[in-house]
């Protein structure tokens, strides 16, 4: 497989960004970083701090040096990260960047902003969801097993899309709605605002999943604000630690989304999560889709020796012939961090009825057919599965089934 470049710059919504700057959230361009031609975004809660448990003493004193902070109460405090309030007027990329000139042993960061690797406007998607042209092909369904899958994203909608038996030449695509269930709603839409741009994303993934690993259970929760529908690295725990905590328990958590970093900050709190999820479930994380080896979060924690086999990050492949060649997709990440490459092009899954994007121009209604979509937030649920279905197959746990297809390869492909 070739690494390829691309140019897409994220597509930027201007009454998202409104909502975003109105919510205290803000962004920053980033630098380019070695094979990007781009220049990204990456978003952090201007007003918020997150320092680790060792750093705080030192954090603390610099800070009441330059500012008048608090440390307010999260769900982190477990995890031995603290959130800092700054006043309104402070910054908290600037106050971090201060000091580290100060102290670079510190860990100290902006509190994160997640989106969903297709999401609005920091991670731009690799295309919009259109009316399918090609099926992804069902596998069997998985024999007699107790796994489960855990997702979160956007959430699903409600009812949960219906069983599908439809057939198209040798493909078919079929799932049953009683292995999905969700663990919490999707947020609604505030008053006179359209439903989010993101809408779909999380049950399109939940599909993908119980095509590919027909029989296992999914379980599917969201985290999103309903204002910004942006997901803080504090909401991204609580909504982790609230799914894995359902039963049967997820052996595989499932998360196509991420973050960038400014550089020379590392990614507090989000690492400190991490560390404690992958004690307890496979991460299955998607690698971004912005044609570079920047680093995306946490899929980009893959090649660190802490952990290994406890992180699979998934770019996306498209196919170059009928045959079934692949080649790594123009607009997917790539690099060392990247571990696992599966089908992201064109995947296809059965929405209910919408119209997608919610607002005109250029929305298109979905009425009882198939849909397609491409990135690797979809890629990252067909490596879940098909590593979910080896496991099975195998009678090992998930883990332990990612370590034996890895073996002592750098990466391995799917599909």
Request: glycine content about 8%; some cysteine.
């Amino acid at each position: 497989m070739a690494y390829q470049e691309g140019d897409t710059d994220p597509v930027v919504d201007k009454a998202w960004i409104d909502d975003l700057h109105a919510s205290g959230v803000r962004e920053w361009p980033k630098a380019l970083i070695g094979e990007s031609v781009n220049q990204k975004r990456v978003y952090y809660l201007r007003n918020e701090l997150l320092v680790d448990r060792k750093s705080a003493r030192g954090a603390r004193r610099l800070l009441n040096e330059m500012a008048d902070v608090r440390a307010r109460k999260s769900g982190l405090n477990s995890l031995g990260v603290t959130i800092f309030v700054l006043p309104g007027d402070r910054d908290a990329l600037d106050i971090t960047r201060a000091i580290r000139r100060l102290d670079p042993s510190l860990r100290i960061a902006p509190h994160y902003i997640a989106t969903t690797t297709q999401g609005k406007p920091s991670i731009s998607p690799a295309t919009e969801p259109r009316p399918a042209v090609r099926l992804l092909k069902a596998a069997p369904a998985c024999t007699a097993n107790k796994e489960c899958v855990a997702v979160v994203d956007t959430g699903i909608w409600d009812p949960p899309p219906k069983r599908l038996d439809r057939a198209n030449g040798a493909n078919q695509v079929f799932y049953d709605n009683q292995d999905i269930e969700e663990v919490s709603n999707p947020p609604a839409p505030p008053p006179g605002r359209a439903l989010w741009y993101g809408a779909g994303h999380g049950g399109f993934i939940a599909g993908i999943i119980a095509n590919r690993a027909n029989g296992v259970a999914i379980r599917v929760a969201s985290g999103f604000d309903a204002v910004t529908h942006a997901l803080t690295i504090e909401s991204l725990y609580v909504s982790v630690d609230r799914v894995l905590r359902a039963r049967p328990r997820p052996t595989v958590l499932n998360l196509s989304l991420g973050t960038y970093a400014d550089p020379g900050t590392d990614i507090v709190g989000l690492r400190e999560a991490v560390e404690q999820w992958s004690q307890r479930a496979l991460i299955v994380a998607a690698a971004g889709n912005h044609a570079t080896s920047y680093r995306f979060y946490p899929a980009a924690f893959a090649d660190e020796p802490g952990f290994k086999h406890r992180i699979v990050s998934v770019g996306a492949t498209e196919p170059t012939d009928e045959a079934g060649t692949s080649r790594a997709a123009p607009y997917s990440n790539f690099g060392s961090w990247v571990n696992a490459w599966a089908p992201g092009t064109h995947v296809s899954y059965y929405p209910q009825d919408l119209t997608y994007p919610p607002s005109p121009p250029g929305a298109v209604t979905f009425t009882s057919g198939l849909a397609e979509w491409s990135g690797t937030s979809f890629a990252t649920p067909f490596a879940a599965a098909e590593i979910t279905r080896f496991g099975i197959d195998n009678g090992i746990k998930a883990s332990d089934a990612w370590a034996k297809i890895l073996g002592s390869s750098s990466w391995v492909v799917f599909g």
